[in-house]
C-alpha cells in the first residue's frame, strides 16, 4: 500500500456542544486532498463529505479524520495527533503510521476540525481484493483523552460499467462533490456526442473535464489504453484526442496511417490558456470544465474575474441598433468581450443551480474582496437575486 500526506491549514465549522468525551469520525473519500470543498465553504453551509466503501486497484483515496469535544488550552490552543494502521483481510498488518498531525493550534470548540494531515494512500498491485480494515486511534494532548475509531474498505477488480446516456451527462454536474473515476472512464468511452465540431475544434467543455480526471488518476490511464486496440472508429479519435492534449500519444501502439493523420491534426491545434486574461469563452468552458472535474475553488476564482467585463455592457445592443460600426475592430471586440460577460453572467447562475457547492465558493469570493470593483458589485448582485430566487421557490 502506498502512502502521501497532504497538510493544509485548518477551518472550522460549528456543531455539537461541548462537555462530551473526546471524539472523531473517520472519512474515507474521493473528493479532493486540498480540502477546499471544506475549508472554502464560509461559515453557514454545510460542508458535503461524499464517502467511499469500494476503491479499485491503484486507486488513491483519502482518510480524513475529524475531530470534535477536543479540549483546549487557556488561550485557545488545542493539539491532536493520530496513528492510522491498515489490515489486510487476513487481519495481517498492510501499513501503519504513528503521530500523524490532527491539529496544532487555535482552536474553537465545540466547532469540528478536519485533520491537517490528510493520508492519501493506494493499494499495490499485491494486495489481494477484499475488505480492509482502517483503525485510527486519535490522541487529545490537552485533555489527555484517547479515542479509537474503525472503518472498513473494500478493494474491488475494475470493471467498465455501462451508462445510460442520461448518467453520463449526470455525471459531469455531481462530479465535483462525488467523484468517481471509474465512471468518467466509462462515461467517455460511452459518450455518444462527438469531441470535436465540424471545425475540428475540440469541444473544451467536454475534452477538458475529462483530460483533468486522467491526470489525477494514473491508475486509468492502463484500462484506456487497453480500450484504445478494440475501440471503435469513434473512441480511437476520442482517445488521440485526449492523449494529445496530456502529450502522452507515445503510449500507444503504431497508428496506422488514417488514425496518424488524425494525430498530426490534433497535434497542431492551439490548447487555449484558462489562466490567462479571459477573453474567450473557450476559457470560460475550460475552467468549468476544471470545477467539475476536481471541484477545486481556483478555477472559479479565475472565472469571476471576467465579471470586470461588464464595462463593455450595452455594445452588442449599440451594434444591432447601428450605432455602433461592427466593422471596426475596437467594436468588434468589445462586442466579443460583452458576450463573453454575458455568458460568464449566465454560467454562474445556471450551475450554481446545478452544484451545491458553487454557491459557497461565490460567497467566499465575494467575501474575501479579491476581486475588483466591477466584477464584486456583479458577483454580489449576482448571488442576492439567486438567495432571493431560493426563497420565492417552495
Given at each position: 500500500m502506498k502512502f502521501r500526506f497532504v497538510h493544509a491549514l485548518a477551518l472550522f465549522l460549528v456543531i455539537a456542544a461541548s462537555g462530551e468525551p473526546f471524539d472523531f469520525m473517520i472519512a474515507p473519500t474521493r473528493q479532493d486532498a486540498s480540502l477546499d470543498w471544506w475549508y472554502a465553504v464560509p461559515e453557514g453551509f454545510t460542508p458535503q463529505i461524499n464517502l467511499v466503501s469500494s476503491v479499485a486497484k491503484g486507486e488513491y483515496f483519502n482518510i480524513i479524520p475529524f475531530f470534535k469535544n477536543y479540549g483546549t488550552t487557556s488561550n485557545g490552543q488545542a493539539h491532536i495527533t493520530y496513528d492510522i494502521e491498515v489490515l489486510r483481510p487476513d487481519g495481517s498488518t498492510d501499513e501503519s503510521l504513528q503521530r500523524c498531525d490532527g491539529h496544532k493550534g487555535a482552536a474553537s470548540p465545540p466547532n469540528l476540525l478536519a485533520a491537517r494531515a490528510v493520508v492519501r494512500l493506494c493499494f499495490d498491485p499485491e494486495d489481494p481484493f477484499g475488505e480492509y480494515t482502517i483503525n485510527i486511534t486519535a490522541y487529545d494532548h490537552v485533555s489527555s483523552q484517547t479515542n479509537r475509531q474503525s472503518v472498513t474498505i473494500e478493494q474491488k477488480e475494475f470493471e467498465i460499467e455501462t451508462l445510460s446516456e442520461e448518467e453520463s451527462e449526470e455525471l459531469f454536474f455531481r462530479y465535483a462533490t462525488a467523484p468517481d473515476p471509474s465512471l468518467a472512464l466509462a462515461a467517455f468511452l460511452q459518450t455518444e456526442h462527438a469531441f470535436l465540431d465540424e471545425d475540428r475544434e475540440p469541444l473544451w467543455s467536454a475534452i477538458w473535464f475529462f483530460k483533468t480526471i486522467f491526470e489525477n488518476n494514473e491508475f486509468l490511464m492502463p484500462h484506456l489504453l487497453n480500450a484504445f486496440s478494440d475501440g471503435t472508429p469513434k473512441q480511437q479519435k476520442d482517445i488521440i484526442l485526449l492523449l494529445t492534449l496530456m502529450n502522452r500519444t507515445d503510449e500507444l501502439p503504431v497508428l496506422p496511417?488514417?488514425?496518424?493523420?488524425?494525430?498530426?491534426?490534433?497535434?497542431?491545434?492551439?490548447?487555449?490558456?484558462?489562466?490567462s486574461e479571459i477573453t474567450t469563452g473557450t476559457q470560460l468552458d475550460m475552467l468549468w470544465a476544471e470545477y467539475f472535474?476536481?471541484?477545486?475553488?481556483?478555477?472559479?476564482?479565475?472565472?469571476?474575474?471576467?465579471?470586470?467585463l461588464i464595462k463593455h455592457r450595452g455594445t452588442l445592443d449599440q451594434i444591432k441598433s447601428g450605432d455602433l460600426d461592427r466593422e471596426k475592430p475596437e467594436v468588434l471586440r468589445a462586442g466579443m468581450l460583452e458576450a463573453v460577460f454575458q455568458s460568464a453572467l449566465w454560467s454562474l447562475r445556471s450551475n450554481c443551480e446545478q452544484s451545491p457547492l458553487l454557491f459557497p465558493y461565490c460567497v467566499n469570493i465575494l467575501d474575501s474582496e479579491e476581486l475588483d470593483g466591477p466584477a464584486q458589485r456583479v458577483l454580489a448582485m449576482l448571488l442576492q437575486s439567486i438567495t432571493e430566487k431560493q426563497k420565492e421557490t417552495p
Open positions: 496511417s488514417q488514425l496518424k493523420a488524425v494525430e498530426q491534426i490534433m497535434k497542431g491545434g492551439r490548447t487555449p490558456d484558462p489562466y472535474a476536481t471541484g477545486r475553488i481556483q478555477p472559479i476564482r479565475q472565472l469571476t474575474t471576467s465579471l470586470s
